[in-house]
């Protein structure tokens, strides 16, 4: 079936034995369409089938992972399953590239529950999409069916396993499928099982993500406009190579200084920003609404006490002030100028997500220590840009950083970069675009989504469009990267606003967001207060009774005094 056997067959065999367990069916009975012979793979020149299983699954019960939007599309999934469903898997190679791309497709098994949708959804890091995660179950909840592809590599497969074919010779066709193909294929594919299962069309089709999978959902509209019609783009990881690099580079200031802070070193840090600003949108509950208002100098927390979980106390060094304080700087060129932005305040540098992470012989000496490298950018950079498995991306020196960040946007924009986001084919196709991104994102700085957007925008302007016409960009105060790790107000119903402004030509002037709670039985609670987040450049005001928006700079009165102001 390969025009060439495939150059690793234990990766196959792992690849192909991975499906079968995941197509397992918990039921002795299958509706009489979710069947192989009921579909047929799609004619594309470029791709060449190799099997298509189908199995009926009931029960299933892996959801909800994380917590995410999609752990509130039900309250009873996690421990009654998701409504029945046919999981179709679709294997196919591109010949020559010895590749082999998996597309999962499942839809409702009863064509009643089908709300008529189709739905693509996106990854994470270099997971081209989650196969087995929140997306699909919460989608298969709401009556759409869900399409994810994995790229040609297992969710399970870190890049030291695929991105080489050997040293110094890039896996090109693995890294085109994460950048681009494999999305469109999603679409081609998962349409045609759709339309095979159901003998009718798809009414609407939304393609939806976050980080990789936001940046996923720019670049198919892009690239294929004609895919989906409308995208929800959630804090995207968009110019990804000089992104990605720049991530790296807080480790080698630490290095570099000689100087690791701790975690709650750091967080002093943060919390004296955090108490700076946060009256500048009118009220005081531990989020920055309005950057513009702020004005933090990180070196006024020189100086501030600070208490670790393990009892150790102290107070901020100047060491750790110098240390933070060339990183929010950002990556500087030869003569001092930005090459790439960083950090605003109110983003934490050590956690889950973070780039200052890092590890002490002794916790009492941050002289001694080693970083801890998010392993997206460890692996972006000894894999792709150097191609050497062996290269310690730790070792390099400000000249040899500028020249590695460089060389990755020479090499990869084209690929997996977003040079010119011109979305004019999109626009003309009636496609909306929808994205928002958090302000407190520790991952992919809420600068680097709003220089994006900004760019379109005058694009866009030169041809005498406002943009908003069809892409509206939110920026929501408090929100992590994809998730609100500290209950900071949600836009849980983001894709709501966008189904409304694609079916219903409601275009959306604001997003609601919601607080939440983890209750004593581990289930989520959503506040009742509705926080506005506002059309960008538009920042939400508290004025002592609503949420307003206002634009930059402006000053408002404050209708009815507070305590908390």
């Avoid at 531990?286 to 006490?305: N, P, Q, S, W, Y």
Wanted: aromatic share 10%; charged share 25%.
């Amino acid at each position: 079936m390969f025009s060439t056997p495939p150059r690793s067959p234990g990766l196959l065999k792992t690849t192909l034995l991975t499906l079968a367990a995941l197509t397992t069916s918990t039921s002795a009975s299958t509706s009489a369409k979710c069947n192989p012979s009921t579909f047929t793979f799609p004619s594309l020149p470029a791709l060449q089938h190799i099997k298509t299983t189908a199995v009926q699954v009931q029960n299933y019960t892996s959801f909800p992972n994380r917590l995410s939007e999609a752990s509130l599309a039900t309250t009873s999934a996690s421990t009654t399953g998701i409504p029945p469903f046919c999981n179709v898997t679709v294997s196919y190679t591109h010949p020559g590239h010895d590749d082999l791309v998996n597309v999962h497709v499942w839809l409702p098994l009863e064509k009643n529950a089908w709300n008529e949708r189709f739905m693509g959804l996106g990854g994470g890091g270099f997971v081209v999409g989650e196969v087995d995660g929140d997306g699909p179950s919460a989608a298969i909840q709401e009556g759409y069916v869900a399409a994810v592809t994995d790229g040609g590599h297992l969710a399970s497969l870190p890049p030291d396993v695929w991105a080489l074919r050997s040293p110094g010779n890039i896996d090109w066709p693995l890294l085109v499928n994460f950048g681009y193909r494999s999305l469109h294929e999603l679409a081609v594919v998962g349409k045609a099982v759709l339309r095979a299962y159901y003998d009718a069309e798809e009414k609407y089709s939304y393609f939806k993500g976050c980080s990789t999978g936001g940046r996923q959902g720019l670049a198919v509209a892009q690239r294929y406009p004609g895919d989906f019609d409308g995208v929800l783009s959630v804090c995207p990881a968009v110019e990804f190579p000089a992104m990605v690099t720049s991530l790296y580079f807080p480790q080698l200031v630490m290095r570099w200084r000689g100087y690791w802070p701790s975690g709650c070193e750091l967080g002093a840090v943060v919390k004296a920003g955090v108490e700076k600003c946060d009256l500048g949108d009118g009220r005081r509950d531990g989020v920055i609404g309005r950057l513009g208002e702020c004005g933090f100098d990180v070196r006024t927390a020189e100086g501030r006490e600070f208490a670790c979980e393990d009892g150790r106390k102290g107070r901020v060094s100047r060491e750790a002030v110098e240390v933070v304080e060339e990183v929010v700087r950002g990556v500087l060129d030869e003569e001092g100028r930005e090459m790439f932005p960083s950090y605003v305040p109110g983003t934490q540098f050590a956690g889950l997500l973070a780039m200052m992470n890092s590890v002490c012989e002794d916790e009492t000496d941050r002289t001694r220590c080693v970083g801890v490298p998010f392993s997206v950018t460890d692996e972006w950079i000894r894999l792709f840009i150097e191609k050497d498995p062996a290269f310690d991306p730790a070792s390099m020196s400000r000249e040899t950083f500028r020249d590695v960040f460089r060389r990755g946007i020479e090499e990869f924009d084209s690929v997996i970069g977003t040079p010119i986001p011109d979305m004019r084919r999109f626009r003309e196709r009636g496609g909306k675009v929808l994205m928002w991104h958090g302000m407190a994102d520790q991952a992919i700085s809420i600068k680097i989504g709003r220089g994006l957007y900004k760019k379109a925008k005058g694009i866009e302007a030169k041809r005498g469009v406002e943009i908003e016409e069809f892409w509206r960009y939110f920026e929501v105060p408090g929100v992590n990267h994809c998730v609100s790790m500290y209950g900071a107000p949600f836009p849980w119903s983001a894709f709501e606003k966008l189904r409304a402004w694609v079916e219903d030509g409601v275009a959306p002037e604001q997003l609601d967001a919601r607080g939440f709670k983890i209750g004593e039985d581990g289930k989520v609670v959503v506040d009742e207060e509705v926080r506005r987040i506002c059309l960008y450049p538009e920042e939400g005001v508290w004025n002592g009774r609503k949420w307003v928006c206002v634009k930059p700079g402006e000053k408002i009165k404050v209708m009815e005094e507070k305590e908390e102001l």
